[in-house]
């Protein structure tokens, strides 16, 4: 799970690499009064008197060259206990190759503009985390690399 932004705006996406099962990813969302996707296909979550917003979703591969092949999807929404959990059901796709998840911004071939380029990403889970790498720039900036590991049901 990857959270990034930037010019084109806040992104979240889940990479599942060849040979993974996608159904395996799910997402639980607790507390809230509703939970419904618009016509534009973003979900609305509703709680507490307001309305939060996760925008339209894509899912693709990257092939040769750094092509976008699109691959359809569709959620299906069940109530738990304690919530709701959203699962995704995806179309004919190549299994040798990572499958992308991506809730925002379309992907784009452009080269990525990194200035001011800012983002975050889930550390410190209650399952562990895996550092690979760190480092500081010249301007004091802390970057690490590395995993979190997340309870899938």
């Known amino acids: 799970m990857h959270f990034y932004s930037g010019s084109g705006g806040q992104k979240m996406s889940f990479v599942m690499r060849p040979g ?5 990813l799910q997402l639980l969302f607790t507390g809230q009064d509703s939970l ?20 339209q979703a894509v899912a693709y591969q990257v092939g040769t060259g750094n092509s976008i092949i699109p ?13 709701g959990v959203v699962k995704f059901n995806f179309s004919t796709y ?18 990525p ?10 550390l410190g889970g209650t ?19 590395g995993y979190s590991l997340l309870y899938v049901t």
Do not use: M
């Not at 990194?114 to 990403?121: A, G, K, Q, R, V």
């Open 127 to 145: 399952n562990g985390d895996q550092v690979n790498a760190s480092a500081i720039d010249a301007a004091g900036n802390f970057f690490v690399t």
């Open 36 to 55: 419904k996707v618009d016509l534009w296909g973003n979900l609305k979550v509703y709680y507490n008197g307001q309305y939060y917003i996760l925008p």
């Open 20 to 24: 993974s099962n996608p159904s395996d």
């Open 113 to 122: 503009n990194t200035e001011n380029l800012c983002w975050s990403t889930y």
């Open 71 to 83: 691959v359809n999807w569709a959620a299906t929404y069940s109530l738990v206990s304690g919530g």
């Open 94 to 111: 190549n299994p040798a190759l990572p499958l992308v998840f991506q809730v925002g911004a379309l992907p784009s071939t452009a080269p």
